[in-house]
């Protein structure tokens, strides 16, 4: 089992694999959190798309669907929900299908839906995510979404939490390494450190300081949502 880490989906487009590989796909800030929250909650289905009217056509196919996601952040106007997990709540989403477009998460998810298997990460699902690699034994990457095609630090953080957690039975390549030491440095003030990261900086300034303490809670839920022939469950 080896791991290797993609720091922006430009990134993984430029890796060969060969074999079978998981990808983890990991938007810390907020979409993969929000994911988990939303099937946590009861949600029965997401369905991830790149833009805007890809999303407004979808929905003419699930009627009953809930529009979710943002761009620069903040709401769509049309939209029914953001991207903040608080919005996700059971009363919101239970039994419902989210057709969802972010900036940066849903276009990763969408980047490595060739993989074998392809699974939405953050620290909030962690540990049930590393149970679930480590069961599996095949190669995983873990694919940093990044921001507007570029490295996130909380992203990077979280596949150095996934990379530590599976390192006593994975070979680690390089990239998942440096993570790895990056999480080991960070993890006893994360919240403090990942605040000055230029995401989250964004988030506070624009009223979303909450939204970054929630994405930084590490092994809340135990769900693990699958991205396959187009949609997520958990």
């Known amino acids: 089992m080896r791991i290797s880490v993609c720091f922006t989906p430009q990134d993984y487009l430029r890796q060969t694999f060969v074999g079978g590989h998981s990808a983890v796909v990991i938007d810390v800030l907020r979409a993969t959190t929000s994911i988990s929250a939303a099937l946590s909650n009861g949600c029965q289905q997401l369905i991830p798309v790149a833009t805007v009217e890809e999303a407004q056509a979808k929905k003419k196919n699930y009627p009953d669907a809930l529009l979710g996601g943002e761009r620069q952040a903040m709401l769509i106007p049309g939209f029914d929900l ?10 919101v989403v239970d039994g419902k299908t989210i057709i969802m477009t972010t900036t940066n998460g849903t276009l990763a998810l969408k980047t490595a839906e060739e993989a074998t298997k392809v699974y939405a990460g953050g620290f909030v ?11 599996e034994g095949r190669d995983v990457t873990l694919l940093c979404a990044g921001t507007h095609g570029r490295f996130s630090l909380e992203d990077a953080l979280c596949a150095g939490l996934i990379a530590e957690r599976l390192s006593g039975q994975a070979k680690l390549g390089d990239t998942a390494l440096a ?11 994360l919240a403090v450190r990942v605040a000055l990261s230029s995401h989250a900086a964004y988030l506070v300034e624009i009223g979303f300081a909450a939204d970054v303490g929630y994405c930084l809670q590490t092994d809340v839920f135990s769900v693990v949502p699958e991205f396959c022939d187009g949609v997520i469950t958990g």
């Open 125 to 135: 699902n962690a540990a049930a995510l590393s149970d679930r690699l480590s069961a």
């Open 179 to 189: 993570v790895q030491a990056m999480y080991r440095d960070f993890r006893d003030d």
């Open 82 to 91: 953001g991207n903040s997990p608080f919005e996700y709540s059971r009363g």
